[in-house]
């Protein structure tokens, strides 16, 4: 697993812990599911790891997942590696996911994936040298009657256009910025 | 007729409050006075098939839950919803989250359900936020929990997000997920009924079909069965996509025809900028593609409807399927070639990779079509490609093998002369999309609605 540091989003190395609140909410997670069967929680901890720690999950992330949940950390890999929302390589700041599939591109995400490229100038699968934006092709993600489309973080953004990239990059940027 | 989305644009029907003044949870007040075995028997009569796309009788099913002693049970919502051209569960839980709890409450009192899961794709994850407000308002208000309305029936609805994986809507693979596991689709039987997630008896149903219980328990099963045509009771969510002037989410009472559904202003509302219709895929990107001039009617000659028979009429040969509504229209100038290659693509992305099959299968269907597409195919690519389709088929432990299979047989079937074309013309196919007339609809829409 190829590890870039520099990407990392915070500043130094980091403690790899949950906050006690973030502790408790594992726990109310873990009691959705019948006693012994806390493996089920795997994903929705994942997902907590992954958003609380840097945006991807590296192997001492995974590891700490696994201890919570007293399973194997090669149980927590398989699961990682499996599920397309996981980044198990650091990503930038922001994740521009954009659908690609059969309906999107009929209504032009071909156009939209292209015109990123150029604009932040990287290809498929890259980040921009200031670690802010990764741009990842994405399969269909439910939006196609709004297409064309992306999802950033926990929103979609729908019915994209150049204007529409142009406006959410000198967003982002700025938001960074502050 | 809408019995779903009827209050969908009434002013904070997202939220308790202004969804129970317009008549919710009465279904479940209704059905709390019912046994357990009369409400399965009114989905029965309900007509009622499984809206995830297999169109499955739903009360067939839930008769062959097992009910082992002291062994508990669970209901799994399945709101994966992954098929490309699908958003129609989006919408409804979207906007109507209080219609999905009120049906998952009744369900889970019929199908003896304490512990009742809604497993939704990872991406949704705005809509899990949404769900979990409506179920924790559900809660306050005494539609959940302990000894709900003094039944002595105990139920719990919990969220658990996906995280971006197709395969997780079959429903032995979404069962894996659940238990935190890679989505690897089991081999049946033991089928779920029997032994599901933690092997226990489960029942895995869409979000759709268990949003229809309300309804049904309403007004009755043989109400509900009065609607629609023949075996396709009911209404029925359709997401449009494509090339259509107004795509969304519709519902429809399956008795209107294809060709009303594309062109009337009170759906689809026709194909922008004045084209023409070359082809269409009514029921997500697994179900066959149909040429426009065998959409309208069907094989023998009749006008071919909204519903689950007159679709398929005429088989994989002139027709296609219902399947989960994912409506995917492509006009005259769209490249079939090119639209096949992102389909194979997005299969061969989201195989799990546990039979040789699908997981090389869909491999090598992406990679020609994408030659192909790229001005480098053969025309004999065009054989290997059926070849390798018709190897896929049937020969898989799950479904998706067939689903990767059958667009790619369906675009060669319909649409062989556009893959030689670009075979034969690699660098125009390059400068532009194949849009051939003869395909198109022949006559200008008229008379229409
Ligand atoms: C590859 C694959 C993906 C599927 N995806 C979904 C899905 O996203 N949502 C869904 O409800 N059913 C999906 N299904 C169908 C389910 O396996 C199952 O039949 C369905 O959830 C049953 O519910 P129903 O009877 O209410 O339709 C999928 C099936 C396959 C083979
Ligand atoms: S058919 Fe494909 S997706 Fe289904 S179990 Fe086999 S490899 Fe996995
Ligand atoms: S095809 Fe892009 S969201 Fe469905």
Redesign the interface.
Known sequence: MTVLRHLRNTKGPMSIKFSQEQLNKVQEVIA?Y?EG?Q??????L??MAQDTFGGWLDAPVMDYVAEL?H?LPI?VY??AT?????NTKPVGKYLLEVC????C???GSDEIIEYIKSKLGINEGETTPDGLFTLKPA?????????PMM?L????REHLTKEKVDALISELTAKAGN | MKLLLQNAHIEGIRFYDAYRKNGGYQSVEKAFKMSTDAIVEEVKKSGLRGRGGAGFPTGMKWSFLAKPEGV?RHLVCNAD???????KD?YLMEFLPHLLIEGLIVSSYALGSN?TYIYI??????ITDILEHAIAEAKQNGWLGKNILGSGFDC?I?V???????ICGEETALIE???????NPRLKPPFPAIQGV?MRPTVVNNVETLAAIVPIINMGGEEYAKIGVGRSTGTKLL?????VNK???YEIDMTISVEEFIYSDKYCGGIPNGKRLKACIPGG?SVPIVPANLLFKTAKGETRMMNYESLSDGGFATGTMMGSG?F?V?DED?CVV??TM??A??YN??S?GQCSPCREGTGWMYKILKNIENGQGKLSDIDLLWDIQRRIEGNTICPLGDAAAWPVAAAIRHFRDEFEWHVLNPEESQRRNYGIAHYADPLPMVGVV
Do not use: D
């Open positions: 959705r019948p069967k493996k089920s929680a795997l994903i929705p994942l997902h949940l399973i149980e398989e699961v499996f599920y397309s929302m996981f690609r599939t059969g309906p591109m009929l209504n399969e269909c993600l439910g939006a196609c009657g709004y297409a999802q973080g926990n929103n979609f | 508990p919803e992954s098929e490309p051209g699908t958003f989006r512990a794709r990872g991406e949704y994850a705005w719990e919990y658990h997000r996906g995280a971006g994986a197709y997920s659940l238990e935190g596991k890679r989505g933690w997401s449009v996509c494509g090339n795509p969304g989410v990107s994912g995917i492509l769209q090119r639209h992102t389909l693509r997005f992305h989201e799990c």
